[in-house]
């Protein structure tokens, strides 16, 4: 995945989980964002980092959780877990 992403114009990538941190340090440094520790921490990311006319993308593992995360955006509640 990292050498796709390194190809993108993608301008920062920001990872959550003990499981990408391999592929994370295998993008480029200028690409990295940081390595998130919670769901939580993607809804200050949300609210403090985007900006107007940025685009964010979640992709994950069911798993991970990180459904209700999108969902929770989509409702408008950027800022409950």
Known sequence: MSKIINKTSI?????IGKD???????????KRGRILRDKNEIYYLIKND????DHLMIKASNSTGLNS???NI????????
């Open 69 to 71: 995360v999108a969902l």
């Open 11 to 15: 301008k920062k990538v920001y990872v």
């Open 20 to 30: 990408i941190k391999e592929t994370f340090y295998a993008i480029d440094r200028k």
């Open 50 to 53: 985007l900006n107007n006319n």
């Open 74 to 81: 989509k409702k408008g509640k950027i800022y409950a877990v």
